[in-house]
């Protein structure tokens, strides 16, 4: 009878160690992401550098009450609609990207009247230099003249008068086209570099010795900054953007107005490294495995088989070339995609978080607050109402 009472108990033991641990085993496939992406090891809160310039301007950070830098346009009659759209997208994409207004502007006319750019479409504008030069307060950061094909190139006086006082509060001044030929005339460019149109070139070198002109389509040189056409426009402003907000807002809006130009392929929902032609053959197969794999992460394991390299080698290529581990760049990978469609759909958060390739909400939620700061139904929020 005792004994047969204590094999009852042993296989009663038995058969609930076994319960215990299957459970334990299904509750772990379930729940624990594939072994390759180690994102409970993943605890700096900075992208490595293969994935900052993508993302470090949709960082949220905390509100501060800091004024924008104010940009005056002033739009010469005929000016050139596209260099002018061209120069106020680049600053108002760099607003999309912040949770903070970077940047605001203003237009203004030589008579406050409405002006005709070169496309025949009349722009009212919101003040005159006239009317400008009397309210002494009303002075910008940064003031561009836009020019254009058919804008005359002789002087201004008040236009002059207004780039001078500009001059002495240390403000940026820049032009369009041939818009630098304005500051040309107030005597800003003496000893330095423009960029002009050129078939503007003759008019400077005959007017303006001591100004030289510019190889470069566009240039900054100290407070002067110019652009010889409508496509060089987005170029002189990436740079004014990146002077005066730091080079990381001015990649991640270069990203978006010029993928035209990046991309190979009409669509690259995924962002490549800049350099990745360079890269060995194993890497370059193991990125696009990454980013073909993104909803269902390949493990290290499939990686190292279908790369046919050791994990020691993979490692050192990643960290060689990407400056980062091939768990980090994939982690990354992922959340830069789940940070886009966060921006561009209205999917809930759970369907984000699986095309993402995160087994759970709150998962993906505690690696997305540690890289962008707040939680993801928070991020869409915030970037929603920028």
């Known amino acids: 009878m005792s004994q047969s009472f204590h094999r009852v108990m042993r296989l009663s033991l038995t058969l609930v160690l076994a319960f215990t641990y299957t459970c334990t085993?299904?509750?772990?496939l379930f729940v624990q992401e594939p072994s390759f992406t180690m994102t409970q090891s993943v605890q700096k809160k900075h992208f490595s550098p293969s994935h900052a310039d993508h993302n470090h301007a949709h960082v949220i950070t905390p509100d501060q009450d800091k004024a924008p830098i104010m940009i005056g346009f002033?739009?010469?009659?005929?000016?050139?609609?596209?260099?002018?759209?061209?120069?106020?997208?680049?600053?108002?994409?760099?607003?999309?990207?912040?949770?903070?207004?970077?940047?605001?502007?203003a237009t203004l006319s030589l008579t406050g009247s409405s002006v005709v750019s070169?496309?025949?479409?009349?722009?009212?504008?919101?003040?005159?230099?006239?009317?400008?030069?009397?309210?002494?307060?009303?002075?910008?950061?940064?003031?561009?003249?836009?020019?254009?094909?058919?804008?005359?190139?002789?002087?201004?006086?008040?236009?002059?008068?207004?780039?001078?006082?500009?001059?002495?509060?240390?403000?940026?001044?820049?032009?369009?086209?041939?818009?630098?030929?304005?500051?040309?005339?107030?005597?800003?460019?003496?000893?330095?570099?423009?960029?002009?149109?050129?078939?503007?070139?003759?008019?400077?070198?005959?007017?303006f010795q001591d100004t030289a002109i510019a190889k470069e389509t566009s240039i900054i040189d100290g407070s002067i900054l110019s652009c010889s056409g409508p496509v060089s426009a987005l170029g002189m402003m990436l740079s004014l953007v990146e002077d005066m907000q730091g080079n990381r807002i001015a990649r991640a809006v270069k990203e978006i107005l010029t993928c035209d130009q990046l991309a190979e392929s009409p669509i690259t929902p995924i962002p490549q490294p800049t350099d990745e032609a360079k890269y060995p053959d194993a890497l370059k197969k193991v990125l696009e495995l990454m980013r073909s794999n993104i909803e269902e992460p390949l493990t290290l394991e499939e990686l190292l088989h279908y790369a046919s390299v050791s994990r020691?080698?993979?490692?050192?290529?990643?960290?060689?070339?990407?400056?980062?581990s091939p768990s980090r760049y994939y982690l990354e990978l992922r959340i830069t995609y789940a940070r886009r469609l966060l921006q561009q759909t209205n999917k809930p958060i759970i369907e984000v978080a699986i095309a993402s390739g995160f087994v759970s909400s709150s998962h993906f939620s505690n690696c997305f607050k540690d890289y962008f700061g707040v939680a993801p139904s928070n991020f869409r929020k915030k970037t929603s109402q920028a």
């Open 25 to 28: 085993i299904a509750a772990t």
């Open 74 to 105: 002033v739009l010469l009659e005929h000016f050139s609609m596209v260099a002018f759209t061209g120069a106020v997208d680049a600053l108002v994409t760099a607003n999309l990207v912040q949770t903070e207004k970077l940047f605001d502007y």
């Open 312 to 324: 020691r080698q993979l490692e050192r290529l990643f960290q060689n070339h990407l400056e980062t």
């Open 118 to 207: 070169d496309l025949g479409i009349e722009i009212a504008t919101g003040s005159s230099v006239e009317k400008a030069l009397n309210a002494s307060s009303q002075l910008f950061d940064v003031l561009i003249v836009c020019g254009g094909y058919r804008c005359q190139l002789a002087e201004q006086p008040a236009l002059t008068e207004y780039l001078k006082n500009h001059q002495k509060n240390d403000a940026y001044l820049g032009g369009l086209w041939n818009g630098s030929i304005a500051l040309a005339h107030a005597g800003l460019t003496q000893g330095r570099r423009i960029a002009v149109h050129p078939d503007n070139h003759p008019y400077v070198k005959e007017h």
